[in-house]
């Protein structure tokens, strides 16, 4: 049997047209920061210093972020108290995505600059990827193409509705 190179060339994946064809916002972060529409920002909790929201463009079900609402672009730059908030949305973050999601484990970390990833190298966010085990799969290895197996409003009602039986 060979490999089906030909039927991989192309998938469709049509639901991916509402993130491209979306208009686009300079500071997403920013702006969700500035609203008072948590569901429409995905924005899942909110401290004095710093919110916790989904990614919409996540590498995984589930990858949230810790955002200060303050711009700034180096660590260095934080508060101490928004610094710890960061810490404590990352937890806060975790316990969610292994109640709803049940992660088995975590990706957490800073793109600090252009050249490390950061897309928005001015607006400072730590990420929180969820990761479960045997979660590699061909398509991230051949085609450079995550699988998201929830749309985000649904994954957002259910992370809000646990942290509400929590609060």
């Not at 934080?78 to 973050?93: F, K, M, N, R, Y």
């Not at 990706?107 to 045997?134: F, M, Q, S």
Request: with cysteine; hydrophobic share 45%; proline share 5%.
């Amino acid at each position: 049997m060979s490999f089906p190179e030909q039927e991989l060339n192309s998938l469709w994946s049509p639901w991916r047209f509402q993130y491209y064809s979306a208009p686009k916002v300079p500071d997403f972060m920013l702006a969700a920061g500035q609203s008072s529409d948590d569901a429409a920002h995905l924005v899942v909790a909110r401290r004095k210093h710093c919110f916790l929201m989904l990614n919409r463009y996540p590498y995984s079900v589930g990858h949230l972020m810790a955002v200060p609402y303050r711009k700034v672009a180096e660590v260095a730059d934080l508060s101490s108290d928004e610094w710890l908030e960061l810490q404590e949305l990352t937890v806060l973050g975790q316990k969610l995505l292994r109640e709803v999601v049940k992660a088995h484990g975590f990706n957490i970390g800073l793109n600090c600059g252009t050249c490390a990833g950061a897309g928005y190298a001015d607006h400072l966010h730590l990420h929180i990827v969820p990761r479960w085990e045997g979660d590699h799969n061909f398509m991230p290895v051949l085609a450079g193409t995550h699988i998201q197996a929830q749309p985000l409003d649904q994954l957002y009602a259910r992370l809000r509705a646990v942290l509400e039986e929590w609060e």
